[in-house]
Nanobody, 129 residues
Framework: QVHLVESGGDSVQAGGSLRLVCAAS????????MGWFRQAPGKQREGVALIYTSGGTTFYADSVLGRFTISQDNAKSTVYLQMNDLKPEDTAIYYC??????????????????????WGQGTQVTVSS
């Protein structure tokens, strides 16, 4: 079982930056990839970014490409999402997710479907104009 805890969400002005942090614990050795998705009120979940733990290959949604950067510190079992040039449409709850677990959601990230089976409680990001 993998346990994920997000932090770093806040309220910022458009054009600002935030860095989200996801700390993973439990059976982290089996994690093949981790990512972030978001959900705004009344909208469906949207895949944001993906990183493979071995090799660090990354993929991004078109909506965040060039503005967001996903990275990892494998020694700390931590994944980061650096968000720059934030826009009001980025307002959402952001969830960290991994391929191990007992739940399921499949999201489109960077021209591929990605299956996540565990995610955290989420962290709120609010961007005002």
């Amino acid at each position: 079982q993998v346990h994920l805890v997000e932090s770093g969400g806040d309220s910022v002005q458009a054009g600002g930056s935030l860095r989200l942090v996801c700390a993973a614990s439990g059976s982290t050795s089996g994690i093949a990839y981790m990512g972030w998705f978001r959900q705004a009120p009344g909208k469906q979940r949207e895949g944001v970014a993906l990183i493979y733990t071995s090799g660090g290959t990354t993929f991004y949604a078109d909506s965040v490409l060039g503005r967001f950067t996903i990275s990892q510190d494998n020694a700390k079992s931590t994944v980061y999402l650096q968000m720059n040039d934030l826009k009001p449409e980025d307002t959402a709850i952001y969830y960290c997710a991994a391929n191990l677990g007992f739940t399921f959601t499949s999201l489109w990230i960077g021209s591929r479907w990605v299956d996540f089976r565990e995610w955290g409680q989420g962290t709120q990001v609010t961007v005002s104009s």
